[in-house]
């Protein structure tokens, strides 16, 4: 199950700690988007396979395409943030990521009773009891259903998005523990750090960047084979109690 919550998240954390890929994105598309939205005649799109479906919307889903291979985005729900953004965006207003997303599940409560008090079947207080006790447990199973949608179930969800956002800028577990405890923030080892960002990706649906190389860091592979005949003999000298004499091993 997603958990939206934590999108609505990250993004807000996006326009914290990545302030440049919403300003990039508004600076490379919103000429573009404007232009697709007239020459189609449509209603503003909300989501990018909209987008894509609109006449003549070819340059600015192109566009929209590089800012995200430039960026490293790779999950259709980010193009659908940034459709609504541009939206958003396209008439002056201060920056901010804009999302709804489409299959959003929205379970609404619902709770019917069928009982009759018999008072002279049964008292009162009993009655209330049964019918309370009905109620506090389909309370509860509407908490767990909603709860993993909003991210209700989850601890540190802020942690795990700054994280989150900090790894897709390129930093390491070990620089994310120095930055982290640069804030004041509780101590978190690095394996902590790396388990919630890949926890927290997992449940978003987020698909996380390859960690880059370290620089100035080279990966080689040697093969070596061996066969019967370039097998080295390895002559070593013993001195006997002559002093002399060699033994070939």
């Not at 790894?167 to 120095?178: D, E, F, L, T, V």
Request: net charge positive; charged share 25%; with cysteine.
């Amino acid at each position: 199950m997603i958990n939206y919550g934590g999108r609505f998240i990250y993004l807000e954390t996006l326009e914290k700690e990545w302030p440049e890929l919403i300003d990039v994105l508004c600076n490379q598309c919103i000429p573009g988007f404007r232009k697709a939205v007239l020459a189609a005649r449509q209603p503003e799109p909300d989501s990018f396979e909209t987008l894509c479906s609109y006449p003549g919307a070819e340059e600015c889903v192109g566009q929209l395409r590089a800012w995200a291979a430039e960026s490293n985005l790779h999950d259709e729900w980010m193009l659908d943030a940034a459709v609504q953004t541009l939206r958003y965006m396209a008439a002056p207003r201060p920056t901010r990521w804009v999302y709804i997303a489409p299959d959003l599940p929205v379970p609404t409560f619902e709770m019917k009773f069928e009982a009759v008090w018999i008072p002279s079947m049964m008292d009162w207080p009993k009655f209330k009891k049964d019918l309370t006790q009905k109620l506090w447990a389909r309370l509860e199973t509407y908490r767990r259903e909603i709860g993993p949608i909003w991210g209700n179930d989850k601890r540190s969800l802020a942690a795990q998005a700054m994280w989150t956002v900090w790894r897709q800028r390129g930093k390491s577990p070990a620089q994310i523990r120095i930055k982290n405890s640069s804030l004041g923030l509780p101590e978190v080892s690095r394996v902590n750090i790396q388990t919630g960002i890949q926890s927290f990706a997992r449940s978003i649906g987020l698909t996380l960047q390859r960690p880059k190389p370290r620089a100035g860091h080279i990966t080689s592979t040697l093969t070596i084979h061996l066969t019967r005949e370039s097998l080295l003999t390895v002559t070593t000298a013993h001195h006997h109690a002559d002093g002399t004499g060699e033994r070939d091993l």
